[in-house]
Each structure stands twice: as structure tokens, then as C-alpha cells.
């Protein structure tokens, strides 16, 4: 069955019947979670619906691409909704959609969150052999709307077949008063119809520090949307992504994971300044990589 007779006859790519009747509870597990409001959601979607997900899952090799190669990350995005496949655009706007965000804000109790059609440093994101991406909290202003409040993230994954031993989870970690990681509290593996939602704030400390084991061929594989608040810029403060050296990590790590925090911030200033898009500095990040 081709994708497009797929999104045709699927009625309500989101499951509200499903979840609509657990919401009081999982809304009250979702608050209750450490180190930060989060839940995970397991059989998110049908299983048809996201098996199909992944299968038209974009192949790495293409310049549809964005890539976030340097120190701190080496992953692959593609935010342009024009450029997904039919069902991943299908389920992207559901999940933009004012009824499941309002569902979205009942869970997490932050009333009135908006959508971001833009997929600001959303959308696609994959990570072959050797991605990473070292634990952090996420810019808390919208790069081209400065009033918006980053809010709330949700990462459904898209991996038919993940291995345990091939790494991949994402990591949430808690910090101490003086600002440094202490441990990992909760550790979610990358499979196939699970979502995590969470609250992203100062304690939403996360990521996937080390280097994936997959083998050639395979990647890590997600759906990422963002969800913010309207707010004036004086009610909220306003930072890039801020990454962490874990404890484990060594001197010479730390240092270049503060070093590559310090230009990411300044990037992040520039771009919403100047209003220009990632794209330049994909390829000059993806030529850098291909001389090294």
C-alpha cells in the first residue's frame, strides 16, 4: 500500500481515544517523574502507523540534511516540513495540531503552549555510527519569535530494530546547587514507537553523550517537535543550548565542551540578529568534517 493510500485511511493519526481516558493519571505521573517532569509513552502511535514512519524515514545521504557537526554534537536535521515524506508530514501537523496541543498541555500542566510550525531546530533528526550528543538544556527562546518561551519537548523514535549494545538512550541526568551533573537518573532506549515528553527547563538535562555503536546502515532515528508559550522577553530568561561535562568526563573534554558551548552561544546570538538559517553553517560544518 503506497504511503499516500496510508494517510488517507488512517482516521486520526493520534490515538486521543487511547490516552484521552489515563490522561488525569499520567498527567499526574508526568509531574511526579525526576530529575524533571518527563514521561515516556509507549505505543505512542498504531503500530502500523509508526512502522510506516520508519520506513519512509529519509536515507542519511542526501542534501536535504542539515548537519550539527562539532564538538558537542554530530547529528543530522531536517526542519523543512515541505521535505518530509507523506505520512511524517501527516503525523508532524497532527501533532502541531490545536487539539492535540491542548491535549499536550493537559498532560504536562502548561496551559496555553503553542505549536511551532517552523520545527525550529526540530524535526527529523538522525544519528549514525558515532553520533552524539552531549547532555544539556535547550535554547529557551525561539530563534525568530523572541517572545516565545521554549516549553515542553517531544521526541517520538523511529527504529524498527535498535540494539541495546549499539548505545542511544537518552540520558537525564540531575545537577547540584552549584551547577555541575551529578548522576543519570533515567536512561530510555530509542525504540520504535516510544515518545518521551518532558519539560525543558533548567533540571531538563539530557542527550546521548556517547558515541552510537550501530553499524553501517543504521542511524538513530526521531521525530522532534517543540512546543513554547507567549510571553514577554522580561518574564522569561533568554539562553542558548547550554552543555554539560559529565563527571566522568576528563579535563581536556570539559574544556572543549565549554569552548564549544561558548561559540554555539555566540552563533545562536548572531542568528537571531541577523535572521539567517542554518544552512551555511551546515556546510561549512559538513566541509570541515570531510577534511579532518
Known amino acids: ?21 489515563s490522561l488525569p493519571s499520567l ?35 542526501t542534501h536535504a540534511w542539515t548537519q550539527y557537526k562539532h564538538a558537542n ?19 508532524t501537523d497532527e501533532l502541531n495540531s490545536p487539539e492535540f496541543v491542548a491535549w499536550i498541555s493537559e498532560l504536562t500542566g502548561t496551559p496555553n503552549l503553542l505549536a511551532d510550525p517552523m520545527l525550529e531546530g526540530g524535526g527529523l533528526h538522525q544519528s549514525g555510527p558515532g553520533g552524539y550528543l552531549n547532555v544539556h538544556t535547550d535554547f529557551s527562546k525561539h530563534h525568530f519569535h523572541p517572545n516565545w518561551h521554549r516549553r515542553v519537548n517531544l521526541i517520538l523514535y523511529l527504529n524498527q530494530e ?19 551533573m551529578t548522576r543519570c537518573v533515567a536512561k530510555y532506549p530509542p525504540l520504535l514507537n516510544h515518545a518521551i515528553i518532558f519539560t525543558t527547563d533548567e533540571r531538563s538535562l539530557h542527550g546521548f553523550p556517547d558515541p552510537l555503536m550501530c553499524p553501517e546502515g543504521q542511524s538513530r ?27 566522568q568526563d576528563g579535563w581536556s573534554k570539559s574544556a572543549m565542551i565549554w569552548l564549544d558551548k561558548k561559540a554555539v552561544d555566540l552563533y545562536s546570538r548572531a542568528k537571531a540578529r ?13 566541509w570541515w568534517s570531510g577534511k579532518k
Not at 547529528?75 to 515524506?85: A, D, I, V, W
Not at 540494539?163 to 537518552?170: A, H, N, R, T
Open 73 to 91: 554534537e554530530n547529528k543530522l536535521g531536517m526542519p523543512k516540513r515541505e521535505l518530509f515524506p507523506p505520512l511524517l508530514g501527516a503525523v
Open 162 to 180: 535498535w540494539e541495546e549494545s549499539w548505545g542511544g538512550s537518552l540520558e537525564l541526568w540531575e545537577k547540584s546547587a552549584t551547577g555541575k
Open 274 to 286: 541577523f535572521g539567517f538559517s542554518d544552512e551555511f553553517a551546515s556546510r561549512v560544518l559538513g
Open 221 to 247: 532515528k526521531s521525530l522532534a517537535l517543540y512546543y513554547y508559550t507567549a510571553e514577554t522577553k522580561s518574564e522569561f530568561e533568554s539562553h542558548s543550548t547550554n552543555y554539560f561535562a559529565r563527571p
Open 1 to 21: 500500500m503506497s504511503t499516500a493510500r496510508v494517510v488517507q485511511d488512517v482516521a486520526g493519526l493520534f490515538p486521543f481515544e487511547r490516552w484521552q481516558w
Open 27 to 61: 498527567a499526574a505521573q508526568y509531574q511526579e517523574n525526576q530529575p524533571c517532569p518527563h514521561i515516556l509513552l509507549k505505543n505512542f502511535l498504531d503500530y502500523e502507523t509508526a512502522l510506516q514512519m520508519a520506513q519512509e524515514f529519509p536515507l542519511q545521504a
